[in-house]
Nanobody, 121 residues
Framework: QLQLVESGGGLVQPGGSLRLSCAAS????????IGWFRQAPGKEREGVSC?????????NYADSVKGRFTISRDMSKNTVYLQMNSLKPEDTAVYYC?????????????WGQGTQVTVSS
């Protein structure tokens, strides 16, 4: 019953912003770290950002999104967010979230539907 549901994607012009949500159920965010991933057509899935499971103060970002994306969590809603600013066309992808074990292995082998982000003029 461990489940993660992504939402918040859409079509945005270059330079615009979106906030993605990752709603967790079946576990608490203080048990697993959460990572955001994305997959563009014809490319492998890549890590975008992650947030720690203890105090949520430790965050990591791929070099391609540093300074533009911010990951955060709301424990009362058991939800992780990805605020995406200054979006670029190369950010276009399906975005997924997954729980992470201490060794950074993903918990869910079956990825969900994800949420589509399209950056285009």
């Amino acid at each position: 019953q461990l489940q993660l549901v992504e939402s918040g994607g859409g079509l945005v012009q270059p330079g615009g912003s979106l906030r993605l949500s990752c709603a967790a159920s079946g576990f608490s965010l203080d048990y697993f770290a959460i990572g955001w991933f994305r997959q563009a057509p014809g490319k492998e899935r890549e890590g975008v950002s992650c947030i720690s499971s203890n105090d949520g103060r430790t965050t990591n970002y791929a070099d391609s999104v540093k300074g533009r994306f911010t990951i955060s969590r709301d424990m009362s809603k058991n939800t992780v967010y990805l605020q995406m600013n200054s979006l670029k066309p190369e950010d276009t992808a399906v975005y997924y979230c997954n729980a992470l074990r201490g060794n950074n292995d993903v918990v869910l082998n079956s990825w969900g539907q994800g949420t589509q982000v399209t950056v285009s003029s």
